[in-house]
């Protein structure tokens, strides 16, 4: 049955060996066979951020298993049901092998030299007659750091755009504002081990039990281990979390906002604050309010921050009174008070966990930085055991998009293109003039297929990625690729998708071992793996193909490589050291995955603390040293309740929710490949409660007609699904390429981060 | 019944151990390793019938063979059986590893059946009793491996009644825990999806026929 204890410290001492052995070990090429001959490798799972570590099983040139890797410090031997399945995701039947190029309504098989020649004369004839900024690259946190670190440094120092976006944009960009505004450096404090010694876990719009499911049962071992644990989720779903934790507590949606300022009304009110926490490490401000929501093309929007004091800020939480929150989010107001109370008990060591609920939220970046006022008036932050901690959803959201900076406004290591500075040391690092790399931030994703769709853009180039499934009021984006009229579109990938459809170009990528690369996790955890098997056909990597355009382009003096991932990865560490530092890349090839910053081969469990971050200087306690405007401090912000871009009303009386399931990844073009999971959890379904059912005369199982403003699908009701719409809403994921939800999602945004509301928008249920 | 036969690699003890009810492990010892694989009908000659069947020898009585419940099917999940079942050939049964039975909740199938052999007066599906689900391989379980699989139980149309999930401490790791998914046969209708969704290519858990109920004075 199970291994035993004993068994198990073999297999990890094995393992643990293997892992000493380093390099040559751990390269599948040189590795000693095993027993049918199966050669093992490293690799980190190609699915979510979390970052479990698995080995990869190679024979004949073909992966032909995979195991949760017993060494691997995140998942110690697990995996989930994605993971357990990685070896079949890159072996389905129509699986792209050669470049295809369309020819009216057919797509041709074509060479990679005819591919990249047409690719090559568009770009140059688009930049010729319409700028550098009529080209455009999407790319995504699937992205390795070498592919992402490639793209940016050619459309930024090479070409001269700032148009460069990771879907990342749709799925943590509030979280990176929300970092930013706080602390002025993006990524959490805290890391997993923090699910092992806290005792009280607050999660918000967060399905951990099927969306980061290792670490969730790691939470739960703890609470197993510990009767005093107790896990609250806040939601406006009941989910598989919610039946696991201790509370559910059932906000309306958008209301999170009033819930976190009222949990502040309340520690402030019943002085549970750490006064001598707030006066140290503490700066207060307020930004603008009623700021749009992001629905026009071309919105801009930049905050006006201001400082306030203390005082200033307990006036402004005074009006979240637990009653005045309560009426709104429908939360008794004793349990607010309970709460606040909980969160603030000292004896306590609390964390806060989020995810989509927060992120893709039109007031995304407030709702971040209302979760660090609480943690930052009870002090309970940068310390092991409690801490914020945004959990992410991509393999390398963190480590290439976020880290290496694959967006319009950035440069590697929270560095941005606005700053004259910033700009001086990335072009000294790139070898440039620093006139190349543009001033001015251009679109983010939503404005780039707005651009698109009215032709401001004109080429653009998707990689790792599937936004003409992904994106929200789909159905604009979809027709603006097609409109013709010069629009040119190349899209990398590793099978057929809803984006290859309105393709150009399709290209056909190498995916995960199929390359060697490199992913950061949500703990900061860096993770190096080896090519292990060639990619089928002709595919190629995306570091190639970006590699192979900007020589095509005349800029391939940027990328003057011998082993270009090795070579790349040094370039980008020199932008990490003072903070971000990475470790010399052979580090990375021993290591199962190192916490940045990583200063004289240390890694950093808990940041801006004193014995744990090496930046803090002794007798400091903790230092936001990253944030040298504010003197060290990090910031409080008044940031008030606001509705949604678009609430339910007469015409459209339900909330329609979007997420995931736990057996798929995102848009399914992966897990939708193996057969078990496609058997598993064939189709979407539409959440919805049983009274809103009954009221209308819908039996479960019947199809019914849902509709926006934007959109229409049918599909069939669950009213006794694994997660359980509350009255008034519906939930629908986004997996299923032949039931686009999206379609009928608003693409209005955080006009801070510039991040789609997924979460929030009214539909109408009717009998199909 | 013999309970010491060991054909599934369960032992007795193993079973009380896990805390699962000692009735379904006797029924399960004795059922066979057979039942593991995709089958028409078990080593005991079961075969998962539409709901509101009547007990086999009765339904075997009163079924006409027409065929009625099986085009009233809207998922083709009910198809009638072929040469190979004897007695039972032409009856209409569910192959639940191909299609199992989805639960309409209005059960034309049963309203169509013209003989009584389908009970038509049954209204709720959470009365239908066509079989119990188990977990016949243990060693196979994802779940049970400490893997985050539970897909029979996600998917389980009385998902937390029929199935829940019982976390306890994995002593591999150290620090994570085991969900283990748990059936309880007084709720679990026997529709077989969970069989249909195990995601091993034999499936672990499958549907078979319901154990006797047998009363004693313990209520934990």
Redesign the interface.
């Known amino acids: ?5 004993r068994e ?1 410290l073999k297999a990890s001492a094995a393992a643990a060996a293997f892992a000493a052995a380093g390099a040559s070990v751990l390269n599948p090429k040189l590795s000693v066979a095993g027993d049918a001959g199966i050669k093992w490798g490293k690799a980190p799972c190609r699915f979510c951020g979390t970052g479990c570590g698995v080995l990869v099983g190679v024979k004949g040139g073909k992966i032909v298993a995979t195991k ?1 890797d017993p060494a691997a410090p995140v ?7 994605k ?3 990685l070896s079949k995701v890159l072996y389905g039947k129509d699986r792209l092998t050669k470049p295809l190029i369309r020819k009216g309504d057919k797509m041709v098989e074509a060479s990679w030299d005819e591919a990249m020649t047409l690719i090559a004369s568009k770009f140059k004839e688009s930049i010729a007659k319409h700028g550098p900024d009529s080209v455009a690259i999407y790319g995504s946190g699937q992205w390795t750091v070498f592919e992402g670190y490639a793209a940016l440094k050619l459309f930024k120092g090479g070409i001269g755009t700032n148009n460069i976006e990771p879907n990342a944009r749709l799925c943590m960009a509030s979280a990176v504002t929300g970092f930013m505004t706080t602390f002025a450096s993006d990524e959490p404090m805290g890391c997993y081990d923090d ?2 010694l806290g005792d009280t876990y607050f999660l918000w719009g967060a399905n951990m039990a ?1 969306c980061h ?2 670490l ?3 939470m ?3 609470r ?2 510990n009767p005093d644990v107790r896990i609250i989720d806040f939601g406006t779903r009941r989910t ?1 979390t919610s ?2 934790a201790d509370q559910y507590i059932r906000f309306n949606p958008q209301t999170d906002l009033a819930l976190l300022n009222a949990i502040a009304h309340v520690i402030i009110k019943e002085k549970l604050y750490d006064e001598s926490f707030i006066k140290k490490h503490v700066a207060f401000k307020k930004g603008k309010e009623n700021i749009g929501y992001g629905l026009e093309d071309k919105f801009k929007f930049a905050d006006d921050p201001k400082p306030i004091s203390f005082d200033d800020y307990k006036k402004f939480v005074e009006k979240y009174t637990p009653e005045y929150a309560s009426k709104l989010s429908g939360v008794p107001a004793a349990k607010i008070v309970e709460l606040a109370r909980l969160y603030a008990d000292k004896k306590r060591k609390v964390n806060s966990l989020w995810t989509m609920g927060f992120n893709q939220h039109v007031r995304g970046t407030w709702v971040n930085n209302l979760v660090y006022n609480v943690h930052l008036l009870t002090g309970k932050i940068s310390r092991p055991g409690e801490n914020p901690m945004s959990l992410t959803g991509q393999p390398s959201a963190c480590g290439t998009a976020r880290e290496v900076g694959t967006f319009t406004h950035r440069l590697p290591a929270d560095m941005v293109v606005t700053n004259p500075e910033h700009r001086a040391k990335a072009a000294e690092i790139w070898g440039i003039d620093v006139k190349r790399i543009p001033d001015k931030p251009t679109y983010n994703a939503t404005e780039m297929f707005r651009a698109l769709d009215r032709g401001d853009i004109k080429v653009i180039w998707s990689q790792v990625t599937n936004p003409f499934q992904s994106l929200p009021h789909l159905n604009r984006y979809r027709k603006g690729a097609r409109k013709g009229d010069g629009r040119f579109v190349i899209v990398s990938d590793i099978y057929p998708t809803k984006s290859t459809e309105v393709a150009d170009v399709i290209l056909p990528s190498a995916s995960w071992v199929e390359k060697e690369g490199f992913f950061g996790n949500a703990e900061r955890r860096g993770q190096q793996w080896f090519k292990m098997v060639d990619a089928p056909g002709e595919a190629k990597s995306d570091l190639w193909q970006t590699m192979e355009l900007a020589r095509r382009l005349g800029h391939g003096n940027l990328f003057p490589y011998k082993y270009a991932e090795k070579e790349i990865f040094e370039e980008y560490r020199k932008f990490t050291s003072g903070g971000k530092d990475l470790a010399p890349y052979e580090a990375y090839v021993k290591a199962r995955g190192l916490r940045w910053p990583v200063v004289n081969g240390k890694e950093t469990l808990w940041r801006y603390a004193e014995g744990h971050d090496p930046y803090v200087k002794a007798g400091e306690g903790v230092k936001f040293y990253k944030n040298k405007k504010d003197d060290g401090r990090a910031v409080i912000w008044a940031r008030p309740y606001e509705p949604a871009a678009e609430s339910p009303d007469k015409q459209y009386p339900f909330w329609l929710c979007t997420g995931r ?3 798929h990844w995102h848009t399914g073009t992966m897990t939708g490949r193996v057969p ?2 496609k ?3 064939p189709a979407a379904v539409c959440e919805m409660h049983p009274d809103d059912a009954k009221r209308m005369g819908i ?3 019947q199809k019914v007609k849902i509709s926006s403003r934007r959109g229409t699908i049918i599909l069939p009701v669950d009213l ?3 997660g359980k719409a509350e009255k008034g809403n519906i939930f629908v994921a986004f997996f299923d390429e032949t039931k686009l939800i999206n379609e009928l999602c608003i693409d209005a945004y955080c006009p801070i981060s510039g991040e789609p509301d997924y979460k929030k928008c009214a539909v109408k249920v009717e009998k199909a | 019944m013999d309970s010491n036969t060991n054909h599934t690699g369960i032992t007795r003890r ?1 079973f009380l151990k896990d805390g699962v009810l000692l009735p379904l492990a006797v029924a399960i010892a004795g059922g066979g390793v057979s039942t593991i694989f995709l089958r028409r009908a078990d080593a005991r000659g079961f075969y998962l019938r539409p709901p509101g069947a009547l007990e086999e020898r009765r339904f075997l009585a009163a079924c006409i063979k027409c065929g009625k419940c099986a085009q009233a099917c809207p998922y083709d999940s009910i198809r009638m059986a072929g040469a190979g079942a004897g007695v039972a050939i032409g009856t209409p049964h569910i192959i639940a590893r191909e299609t199992p039975c ?5 059960l034309p199938c049963a309203k169509a059946c013209p003989s009584g052999a389908l009970d038509g007066k049954l209204e709720d599906v959470e009365k239908v009793r066509m079989g119990t689900a188990v977990i016949v391989d ?2 196979n379980c ?1 779940s ?8 029979c139980y ?2 389980c ?4 009644n029929a199935i829940t ?1 019982l ?13 283990e998914p748990v059936i309880h046969r007084d709720k679990c209708v026997g529709c077989g999806i969970c069989e ?5 290519d034999k499936p672990v858990i499958v549907v078979m026929k319901s154990p006797p109920e047998q009363k004693d004075y313990y209520e934990f």
Do not use: W
């Not at chain 1, 049955?1 to 204890?5: G, H, K, S, V």
């Not at chain 1, 998942?75 to 049901?81: K, P």
């Not at chain 2, 249909?196 to 091993?200: D, F, K, P, Q, S």
């Open positions: 049955m199970e291994l035993n204890r198990f949760g998942n110690r031997g697990l995996n989930c049901i993971g357990y399945f699910l092992d099927e499911p290792v969730f049962s790691r739960i071992d703890n197993l281990k598989r039946q696991m399931v736990l057996e078990e999971i058997r598993a959890y039996k479960n199982l006794n699904g694994r | 193993r989805y639960l309409c909740p209005d243990r060693e994802l049970l491996r400490g893997l985050r699989c539970e897909v996600r998917q149309p009385l998902i937390d999930i976390p306890r401490h994995n002593q591999r790791t150290g620090v994570h825990s085991i969900m249909n969704a195990c995601v091993r």
